[in-house]
């Protein structure tokens, strides 16, 4: 496989990075996770646009512009022959002296992998997963905005652990005033009552570009919505409740601390806004 680092396409076992880097040293970059259908990526624009926002909270100047991004991602599909295909574009400080002031690094490392995507057994989209609520807190956005894609990933990583030990697909992470926020790696959204309800932004989320996808096709498909505050105990009676990332898509939450929520299977409106996305990416890759 080939990577691209900072200047040019390497083999991947000449794709290493200084112990010196800043990213290792302390976490000090950002990132996005993209997906590429048939060889094509869906909602390029939008992950750059939040690559640079990112960028931009943690006054990171990124080393490409979205123009120059565009082509790296579309020659790393083509080098390494990937239709299907699981990107990350990785940006860090770059390599310096051990400090923290970002002024040590003059050059921000830039790495864009991709892999054949491994698609989730079609299993958990029929059955829904169980997801659990972790006794880690969301970070305060006052402290690390979750807004910030940043590889200061710890948070959710400890959150993950607590799923994996409880055999769980993902964790749910409250914010320091007890409501819900979303998953180490996703959005979290609950049907009640005729309306779709996700935990707004100033709860302290990442604004994902699968959440924002879903809110629009919610109101193309005349679902109501609302972006609010969710305690546990709506997670608890609510009729549906689903995940959205961009790898996952829309995915089915069937069960929270092991109670079943609705009926115990995929509902019909998780269902339907699936089926829905899943039109969307066919116009997206309409005539390829
Ligand atoms: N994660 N919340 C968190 C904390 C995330 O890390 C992600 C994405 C999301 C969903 O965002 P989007 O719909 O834009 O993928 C929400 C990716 C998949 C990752 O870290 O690999």
């Known amino acids: 496989m080939w990577v691209y680092l900072n200047d040019k396409f ?117 059955e829904g997963v169980s997801v659990i609520v972790a006794r880690t807190r969301r970070n305060l956005p006052e402290a690390l905005p979750p807004q910030v894609k940043s590889l200061n990933f710890l948070n959710n990583i400890l959150a993950k652990m607590e799923a994996k030990a409880a055999g769980a697909h993902e964790a749910l992470m409250l914010n320091h005033r007890g409501d819900i926020t979303e998953g180490t790696t996703s959005n979290v959204f609950v049907f009640q009552e005729g309306r779709l309800q996700t935990p707004s932004v100033e709860c302290g989320i990442l604004d994902g570009i699968t959440r924002e996808l879903v809110l629009q096709l919610a109101s193309e498909l005349g679902i109501p919505w609302e972006e609010t505050r969710l305690t546990i105990e709506d997670l608890m009676r609510a009729e549906e409740c689903f995940l959205t990332n961009t790898t996952q898509e829309v995915l089915s939450v069937t069960r929270v601390d092991g109670q079943m929520i609705g009926d115990g299977r995929p509902g019909g409106i998780t269902r339907r806004l699936h089926a829905s996305l899943r039109a969307c990416l066919d116009r997206f890759l309409g005539g390829t």
């Open 10 to 126: 390497v083999p991947q076992e000449e794709a290493v990075v200084s112990v010196f880097d800043h990213g290792f040293l302390y976490g000090d970059g950002v990132y996005e996770t993209l997906r590429a259908y048939r060889g094509r990526v869906f909602k390029l624009a939008e992950h750059l646009a939040r690559l640079e926002r990112s960028a931009s909270r943690i006054q990171l100047h990124l080393p490409a512009g979205p123009e120059r991004l565009t082509d790296l991602v579309g020659e790393a599909l083509r080098r390494n022959q990937l239709s299907d295909s699981y990107l990350r574009i990785t940006v860090s400080r770059g390599t310096g002296e051990i400090g923290l002031d970002p002024a040590l690094c003059k050059t921000p490392t830039l790495v864009i992998i991709a892999r054949p995507f491994q698609p989730y057994p079609e299993s958990i989209y029929a």
